[in-house]
């Protein structure tokens, strides 16, 4: 199954000079939660509703502020015609819960979320509950900054598991930075 199967075509995208209230407003607007950030229509971050509470608000961050200074900048993206693998990879891999979907100009054109990975497995495609579950429970893993001296072998032995494979399984990785 391909990713353009299963993803949310033409995304609310966001100008890294946009006010963070702006980007609240269209996150509610648009009922969505992450955010691409795009810049002469080539993604150069993302950002997301905990982003905007984590980064912003608690911090105490003006409403006017600039999304690019709480964005996180150069997602990892997929391309329409990957796998659909490849994107379960990368959240598993990066515990991200939504995927950029880029053309082949770079453009974003779309985006992937774990919603999205769970209609596609409902709808009896090619996406196993198994492979849906493996994915949900990796991105909810604590962060790997928190998971001490042992998160490297913790990591090898989850992603040794995965049935979608890991880095280095042939997949696509694709770099939004322009």
């Known amino acids: 199954m391909k990713v353009s199967d299963i ?6 995208c966001c100008a890294p000079t946009d006010s963070l209230q702006e980007v609240a407003r269209g996150m509610r607007d648009y ?13 150069i971050g993302i950002v997301t509703d905990r982003d905007l509470a984590i980064r912003a608000i608690a911090e105490g961050r003006s ?3 600039k999304v690019e200074s709480v964005c ?5 993206c997929c391309r329409v015609d990957d796998d659909v693998r490849d994107v379960q990879r990368i959240m598993s891999e990066r515990q991200v819960r939504r995927v950029p979907v880029v053309d082949a100009e770079g453009r974003c054109v779309g985006i992937v979320s774990q919603a999205d ?9 090619r996406i196993s509950d198994r492979e849906i579950a493996i994915v949900v429970e990796r991105v909810s893993e604590p962060s ?4 001490g001296a ?8 989850v992603r040794s598991h995965l049935p ?5 399984s042939g997949g696509a990785e694709l770099d939004c930075r322009v």
């Open 117 to 125: 990975l769970a209609r596609g497995a409902a709808s009896g495609d």
């Open 144 to 147: 790997r900054g928190d998971q």
């Open 72 to 76: 996180t900048p150069s997602p990892q």
């Open 31 to 43: 009922d969505c939660g992450a955010v691409p950030v795009v810049d002469n229509g080539n993604i």
């Open 150 to 157: 042992n998160s490297s072998s913790a990591a090898s032995a």
């Open 7 to 12: 993803m949310t075509p033409s995304p609310y």
């Open 164 to 168: 979608f494979g890991s880095a280095g």
């Open 63 to 65: 409403p006017d502020e």
